[in-house]
């Protein structure tokens, strides 16, 4: 919840739910079934709104939205460029509407304040060396600005990270 507004994952499962859209026989993203779990929408005035994309987490700030989404649930296209389809990978909204962006990253967590959306992607995920040390075994933080879709690299591992208006502490 920020700002008045609330983003929840809808498992498709559940069906019919009062005050929440539905799905042609509940498939929320169109992917043909009705397996997934999809970002929805609460204003603080109107209605739900279904904003159709498969997810396992979601962060909301007062101007932006982040997700992780599975890209075997999504489509089942690889949404990060390494050729499968086993990833996480993070995509980013703008609360008052437009398109899901997708950045194109694996990650396995994420957090966001403000425009800023902060990730650990594992490097064998992505299939990138992400920190120049020769191998795939880490988890790099990296952080997509989503007013400018500026993504850095900060080329450090980490096992967890915090974020903070204007710091990435990890």
Not at 4 to 29: I, K, M
Not at 116 to 129: K, S
Not at 137 to 155: E, H
């Amino acid at each position: 919840v920020a700002a008045g507004v609330a983003a929840f994952l809808r498992p498709e499962s559940a069906g019919n739910a009062l005050h929440c859209p539905n799905g042609a026989a509940f498939d929320l993203n169109g992917d043909g079934d009705a397996a997934d779990t999809v970002v929805q929408l609460a204003p603080a005035a109107g209605s739900v709104q279904n904003l159709g994309l498969a997810a396992t987490h979601l962060a909301l700030s007062d101007g932006w939205m982040a997700a992780l989404v599975p890209e075997q649930s999504q489509g089942g296209a690889s949404r990060n460029g390494d050729g499968d389809v086993a990833d996480l990978v993070v995509a980013v909204r703008a609360v008052g509407g437009g398109n899901w962006s997708n950045v194109g990253q694996a990650a396995s967590s994420l957090a966001i304040a403000g425009a800023r959306v902060a990730f650990l992607t594992p490097e064998a995920a992505q299939n990138v060396d992400l920190n120049d040390d020769g191998d795939l075994l880490d988890r790099v933080v990296q952080v997509y600005d989503a007013d400018s879709a500026v993504l850095v690299n900060t080329k450090r591992a980490a096992e967890d990270f915090v974020l903070g208006p204007d710091l990435v502490a990890f």
